[in-house]
């Protein structure tokens, strides 16, 4: 049957599933009494090496893959469903890092990836008109004593899509006998059902009673139903959103008196006997108990730069050194002196990706300066340039001869760069595909002046978003240690 046909098939599937749905429930009331906590973070693939030999973990061409569709929005399904934006404003994907998170009374266990770039906490629900194969059991809403639909006229459903939330969000949302309804296209991957209410529970520790989510029933990934017991099972159970909208689990914790400034710290993505592959992520203004990170002498602190309230986390690029030698974006960008170069931080994707322009003159200054290492083609067939670098440990890239590269931030109103530049390390910046090649873990792409900073550049970084001050904080961490 034709993706088309199945995707208008799914919405009458959908509303007629919603008499299902539809039922009054007591939801627990008490808000939490922290104002501050920290949660574990564990790589995706950690789940399947539960247990010895620790194996370091190269990505799949196909993972690979996964992210360029989601910055350049390609997708197998038809022209309608398409986003209204430029596609990089949009996309989401399919996350790295994941939280363990708990659903309804009695508790549905699942892990759900962090996404800075979603506003919602969402997971697939049975009855289900379309759901892929996952790790973790389908959560079920009527086996929730907790569970009730989001009626049409909460604040946090907007149905009309002509508020300025919507129109900067990836969620829509619609009405049907009284239901809110959502629909979120991220990348090449789509998910649509009912919005509720339910008892969150993060990673065992706090509970979130109340909180909106979507039950996902019609979902698919790349077009195609992944019920196949072949298809591996890497994938997460859903997504808790990070971003700004009022659905987002920012949003949610902040009702219960949590500051909107949240952290996160992310370990390099290869399983190890010590912590399985964890970071940790904190929701409050505390720091995390670590004199290494609680001391704010060489952090970078640099301005948030938002398009909407509820748009992206952005901030803005001045230029990329590579060995001492700096790139600006405003003498090589296709759109002319004086264009700004947006960066939209992901979690959920590794590789960070510039405008064409810009990628290929930081490329270009990576190559020349890599002339002793022998380049080699990438065996994935993704990435370039990509080098050989046999002799090392797993993923470790620290004894690599590779450039060092920094960040230099730009302060809006004055065009220069910000006092603190960010000195990224080599698994910050390269990427091993296989045992003895590292590929540059940076990518062209479509937009002129939006770029996407990705998880691996932000590795070992403690990485803060003070939502009160509108600034990011980088400050370097062993994110082993916290």
């Known amino acids: 049957m034709a993706v088309a046909s199945i995707t208008k098939m799914s919405y009458l599937i959908t509303s007629v599933l919603v008499t299902a749905f539809l039922f009054s429930l007591s939801i627990a009331t008490s808000p939490s009494s922290k104002t501050s906590f920290t949660l574990d ?20 061409r196909s993972s690979l893959q996964r992210s360029f569709d989601r910055i350049n929005g390609v997708s197998a399904f038809p022209d309608e469903l398409a986003p209204k934006a430029d596609p990089i404003e949009l996309s989401l994907g399919d996350g790295d890092y ?9 508790p549905t266990h699942i892990y759900a990836s962090i996404e800075t770039r979603s506003d919602l906490i969402w997971t697939q629900c049975e009855p289900c008109v379309m759901c892929f194969r996952q790790h973790d059991p389908y959560f079920r809403p009527n086996n929730s004593s907790t569970y009730a639909p989001l009626p049409c006229d909460s604040p946090t459903c907007y149905p009309n899509l002509n508020t300025s939330a919507a129109a900067f969000s990836s969620l829509a949302t ?5 239901a809110c309804f959502y629909f979120q296209r991220e990348g090449s991957f789509l998910t649509d059902g009912l919005l509720g209410t339910d008892n969150v529970t993060l990673a065992d520790v706090v509970n979130l009673p109340g909180a909106t989510f979507g039950c996902g029933v019609f979902n698919a990934y790349g077009g195609a139903n992944y019920t196949d017991d072949n298809v591996p099972t890497t994938r997460p ?50 720091d995390f108990t670590n004199d290494t990170v609680s001391d704010h002498s060489n952090t970078t602190f640099v301005p948030m730069s938002f398009l909407d309230p ?46 064409s322009a810009f990628y290929d003159a930081v490329a270009a200054k990576v190559e020349n300066q890599t002339k002793h290492l022998d380049k080699v083609e990438d065996p994935l067939g993704v990435l370039e340039p990509c080098y050989d670098v046999r002799g090392g440990v797993g993923n470790e890239l620290a004894d690599v001869d590779v450039p060092e590269m920094t960040v230099h931030f730009e302060l809006p109103g004055n065009g220069q760069s910000a006092p603190g530049t ?24 479509m937009s002129e002046n939006t770029g996407v ?26 994110c082993s240690r916290i």
């Open 174 to 178: 619609t009405c049907s006998d009284g």
């Open 41 to 60: 973070l564990i790589h995706k693939h950690s789940i399947i090496h539960s247990s010895p030999p620790w194996t370091p973990y190269y990505p799949s």
């Open 98 to 106: 994941l939280m363990k998170v708990s659903i309804g009374t009695p």
């Open 310 to 355: 509820y748009s992206d986390y952005r901030f803005i690029l001045h230029g990329i050194g590579v060995g001492g030698e700096m790139v600006e974006f405003s003498k090589v960008s296709s759109s002319g002196r004086g264009v700004k170069l947006y960066m939209i931080m992901d979690t959920g994707t590794p590789l960070t990706f510039l405008p």
């Open 237 to 286: 159970s859903g997504s808790v959103g990070l971003g700004p909208g009022p659905n987002s689990l920012v949003s949610k914790v902040h009702e219960y008196s949590v500051t909107e400034t949240f952290a996160y710290c992310l370990t390099p993505p290869f399983v190890n006997s010590n912590n399985n592959g964890a970071g940790k992520i904190r929701f409050g203004r505390n």
């Open 422 to 445: 960010l000195k990224l390390r080599p698994d910050n910046t390269f990427i091993k595909t296989s045992e003895d090649v590292a590929c540059l873990a940076f990518a062209p792409t």
């Open 453 to 478: 900073y990705g998880n691996l550049a932000q590795m070992n970084f403690l990485v803060t978003y003070d939502m009160d001050m509108e600034q990011l904080w980088f400050k370097e961490a062993d």
